[in-house]
């Protein structure tokens, strides 16, 4: 799997007719709406994928619950953040949370995640 640079969406290289090659790469798009949008100006899209690449998204959820949980387990596995802040009130069930979502952060990219115990 790898992302179409013009609209960030996840393509499957074996199962995809839309690609460009541009300086020895070849790249994959969703339609040929977006593979026209990078013909006409490739630097622009690959200079926003490398700057998206390196801005921090961050992302808290306040309790770690069913809900919260399979939240933080969706943000992580899609990469839509690269940092998860879980906070909760019950030490424990964010704890139990906490370990079986680091036990899957070798299946993504780059994410880390971090437990704030919330007390009231």
Sequence with gaps: MTKDPVCG?????????????YKGKTYYFCTPRCKNAFNKSPEKYLAAMENSSRRE????????????STFAFSLMISGLANNIVLIDRNKE????????????????GSCSLSLIRWIF
Excluded: Q, W
């Excluded at 998204?57 to 919260?68: A, E, P, Q, S």
């Design 9 to 21: 969406m996840k393509i499957d290289e074996e199962h995809n007719k839309h690609k460009a090659h």
């Design 57 to 68: 998204r961050k992302v808290v959820i306040v309790g770690t619950g069913k809900v919260g």
């Design 93 to 108: 069930t964010a704890d139990g949370h906490a370990k079986d979502l680091n036990h899957g952060l070798s299946f993504t």
